[in-house]
């Protein structure tokens, strides 16, 4: 089956720093990736959708300066928070379209990194 | 916009059934999903609708009703592991046909 992993699944860091979050599609070729963030006892809120080579697009609210995407190949997109503060400490989840799209359910999801901002 | 409300929480007992709602108001409509997620993992899926009526997956089914805007999730024979949270998403038909997910359900089961 279609796999998605993710890097780190937790990281810890100081405020003010920028932390990069790779989300990758193991066995099959995603053009199309979202980003996803969930705070505690909520549900998942896109933040942004990432086409292979093109820039990304932002949700309503989700600063693109802030949460820098970058979908550099069919196979991998990066999520760097810029200057992270304590209230992005956050899970964040990333998922994968197939290139071959079709089908009930082609959107698959990593399993999560847990960003922590001291 | 979008606007796709559940529950905020539920309790059943181990063997029960329990039906989780979800309603939603949505620009454009390519599908219904029902996802499960246990805390601190990302969701699975559980099921998907596009066309009225009932799909049936073994202890798991779903319901979908386009023009009423409403769907169900039905667990049946409830185990322990069931506790978790369950999120009804809906697909876009335009553009990126993104997932956008409901406010999600808790669901305990107690023995």
């Known amino acids: 089956g279609a796999v998605v992993s993710q890097h780190p699944s937790w990281v810890i860091c100081k405020s003010g720093t920028s932390v990069k979050i790779e989300c990758r599609s193991l066995?099959?070729?995603?053009?199309?990736m979202f980003w996803y963030r969930q705070f505690p006892k909520q549900s998942l809120m896109l933040m942004a959708t990432s086409n292979e080579g093109s820039k990304a697009t932002y949700e309503q609210g989700v600063e693109k300066d802030k949460f820098l995407i970058n979908h550099a190949s069919l196979t991998l997109s990066t999520l760097t928070v810029t200057s992270a503060h304590p209230e992005d400490s956050s899970f964040y989840i990333c998922?994968?379209?197939?290139?071959?799209?079709?089908?009930?359910?082609?959107?698959?999801f990593g399993p999560g990194t847990r960003l922590t901002v001291l | 916009g979008q606007n796709i409300d559940q529950p905020t929480e539920m309790t059943a007992t181990e063997g029960a059934i329990v039906q989780i709602n979800c309603t939603y108001q949505?620009?454009?409509?390519?599908?219904l999903f029902w996802y499960q997620q246990h805390a601190g993992e990302a969701p699975t899926f559980l099921s998907y609708?596009?066309?009225?009526g009932l799909e049936e997956k073994g202890r798991f089914s779903s319901f979908l009703s386009r023009s009423k805007g409403y769907s169900y999730l039905l667990l049946k024979e409830l185990q322990m592991k069931d506790s978790a949270s369950y999120l009804c998403a809906v697909r876009s038909n335009t553009g990126f046909q993104k997932l956008v997910f409901g406010t999600g359900t808790r669901l305990l089961v107690s023995p």
């Open positions: 609708n596009v066309l009225d």
């Open positions: 949505t620009s454009g409509f390519n599908g």
């Open positions: 066995d099959f070729q995603a053009t199309t």
């Open positions: 998922s994968a379209r197939s290139q071959l799209a079709g089908g009930s359910h082609e959107q698959f």
